[in-house]
């Protein structure tokens, strides 16, 4: 089953100073935590904030080229975390005919925000993101996942990109 989540927001983790994409469930209290590259973080700013660069970046390239195309972006999803890994899956639409993509999150998300396109986590993957997490380190685990759950709006101003 696939669980509707929205970019709650994109900050950087005070510990590792590395950036994090939160996704929060859509009218639900899930929240994941995942950690992205710098371009990638870059890349999902700009379109958060509106940010047009002078030439298309490369999420840019892909909205224009399946614009183009005439193939829509259907949804974004999240389907698997493997060794620590998340993995996604970009789901088009093409006459008729539905094709899947293999991508990393950050760049289905980057892509999603663009073609503004329902983004989904595989409830497994939430609930082994947990898991993973807290077997690492249990202590932090749970600390880190309570705190994500309790950060309002001047807390994540804090963080942010």
Not at 77 to 104: C, H, K, M, P
Request: with cysteine.
């Amino acid at each position: 089953m696939e669980v509707e989540m929205k970019i709650r927001t994109l900050m950087m983790d005070p510990v590792t100073n590395t950036p994090i994409v939160i996704l929060r469930e859509a009218g639900g209290p899930a929240v994941l935590p995942i950690w992205v590259g710098i371009p990638e973080a870059h890349a999902i700013a700009m379109e958060i904030e509106k940010v047009s660069a002078p030439r298309p970046m490369t999420h840019d390239l892909i909205r224009n080229l399946l614009l183009g195309l005439e193939t829509h972006v259907s949804k974004v999803v999240v389907n698997d975390l493997r060794e620590d890994t998340f993995y996604a899956l970009i789901w088009l639409e093409r006459d008729g005919q539905i094709i899947s993509i293999d991508s990393r999150p950050s760049d289905a998300l980057a892509l999603a925000l663009r073609v503004d396109c329902p983004i989904y986590v595989e409830d497994e993957v939430l609930k082994n993101s947990k898991v993973a997490g807290v077997a690492s380190d249990k202590a932090s685990g749970e600390e880190l996942s309570r705190w994500l759950e309790s950060l309002n709006d001047d807390d994540i101003g804090r963080y942010k990109m």
